[in-house]
Nanobody
Framework: QVQLVESGGGLVQPGGSLRLSCAAS????????MAWYRQAPGKQRELVAT???????NYADSVKGRFTISRDNAKNTVYLQMNSLKPEDTTVYYC?????????WGQGTQVTVSS
């Protein structure tokens, strides 16, 4: 059974930081490219950051310089370090894993940035 479980979301003040985690099971984690998406209610899903199996990263312009994606293959976990958070970062964040024809999603974790 493939499972991606996000954690680390919560309420934070503007300018604060959070680290999201996504723990994967049921896949050969090291061969998968991993990504974080976000989707607010009534809005389109947005690609936030990606990391390849080799560790290459890409970021949406809206988060570049503030967010960092990383992975720990020994722990089957991908992370999203979020710094300098803004109210517009408020949304549900989803973990994604892809390898060739396989594509899996987590259930999401809520991030709220508010005073």
């Amino acid at each position: 059974q493939v499972q991606l479980v996000e954690s680390g979301g919560g309420l934070v003040q503007p300018g604060g930081s959070l680290r999201l985690s996504c723990a994967a099971s049921g896949i050969i984690f090291r061969v998968y490219a991993m990504a974080w998406y976000r989707q607010a209610p009534g809005k389109q899903r947005e690609l936030v950051a990606t990391i390849s199996s080799g560790g290459s990263t890409n970021y949406a312009d809206s988060v570049k310089g503030r967010f960092t994606i990383s992975r720990d293959n020994a722990k089957n976990t991908v992370y999203l370090q979020m710094n300098s958070l803004k109210p517009e970062d408020t949304t549900v964040y989803y973990c994604n894993a892809v390898f060739q024809g396989a594509h899996y999603w987590g259930q999401g974790t809520q991030v709220t940035v508010s005073s």
